[in-house]
């Protein structure tokens, strides 16, 4: 008889999660439903330049300068607030105006972004934290994850692991394929005072792969991911200055063959 009981109840709450989230399926989408915002001020003093652990995990939001500081402002709806739907929509504004920083004002986040099933395709400058790392370290990942600028982007993503069909749900896949550009340009004229070579227009491209053996749905405690994670830049404007005040400009490729050559990993230029 408890079995029965037991079966039964079980039953009624799959039906019942079921015809929630029919329900959600048919209502519309309220864009402005789980937007978050946060008011920030920050402020650092040293002696000599700013200490490492001032600098960490800020997504480049950092200067070398003793005495530093900005005032923050951000919205966001992130993709999880559609998590019960098939489809979700997310985006971001992040807005930084900082004290004795190399730029009086930044754009630290804009993006847009939206999800159909486990796909997701996000335009714009974005946080992206490390892959398989732990992200309250200090150490590393100056070209990705938490320590570097967001780059403006188109990024096609499978962010979360997706259960690959047929594999009886032990064999899961996510990553990434992104192009975008950078926005350094005024950075490399005042570090380098236009007299060393720079390049200007510089466009950007990034991919990663994991694959995770294992099966949560089960008593199995132990898994197993292994993926790649990599990042290149090609195209833009060369200028290399000569000693006589000359300059040579060089217009590196931005054709198709540009982006296939920045896709498949070479040791080529």
């Keep these: 008889m408890k079995k029965k009981i037991f079966a039964l109840l079980l039953a009624m ?58 005032l923050r402002a951000a919205i966001e709806r992130p993709l999880s607030v559609d998590s019960g739907r098939k489809w979700g929509i997310g985006y971001g504004v992040d807005l930084v105006v900082p004290f004795n920083y190399t730029s009086k004002f930044i754009v630290q986040q804009a993006y847009g972004e939206l999800r159909w099933l486990s796909g997701a395709i996000t335009i714009g400058s974005k946080h992206y934290p490390m892959q398989l790392k732990d992200g309250n370290l200090s150490s590393g990942s100056q ?33 990434h394929i992104a192009y975008g550009k950078f926005t350094d340009d005024n950075w490399q004229h005042d570090f380098t005072s236009r007299q060393q070579r720079y390049t200007d227009g510089v466009l ?37 200055p000569k000693a006589d005040g000359t300059v040579d400009v060089l217009e590196n ?17």
């Excluded at 079921?18 to 003093?45: C, D, M, N, R």
């Excluded at 600028?149 to 979360?160: T, Y």
């Excluded at 994991?210 to 060369?238: V, Y």
């Design 204 to 240: 950007y491209h990034s991919k990663s792969g994991f694959l995770k053996l294992g099966n949560e749905d089960i008593f199995f405690p132990l898994s197993i991911e292994a993926g790649l994670e990599m990042a290149t830049q090609f195209g833009g404007t060369r200028y290399i």
């Design 13 to 70: 709450t799959s039906l019942s999660a079921t015809w929630a989230q029919e329900a959600e399926e048919k209502s519309p989408i309220k864009i402005l439903h789980g937007l978050g915002y946060k008011v920030e001020a920050h402020g650092s003093f040293s002696r000599g330049t700013t200490p490492l652990w001032l600098n960490a995990n800020k997504y480049g939001l950092s200067s070398l300068e003793k005495n530093n500081g900005y």
């Design 143 to 175: 070209t990705l994850g938490i320590n570097a600028r967001p780059v403006p982007q188109v990024r096609l993503a499978l962010p979360d692991y997706w259960t690959i069909p047929l594999t009886r749900g032990w064999l899961h896949l996510k990553g």
């Design 253 to 269: 490729s931005t054709d198709f063959s540009a982006y296939w050559h920045a896709f498949i990993p070479g040791g080529e230029d």
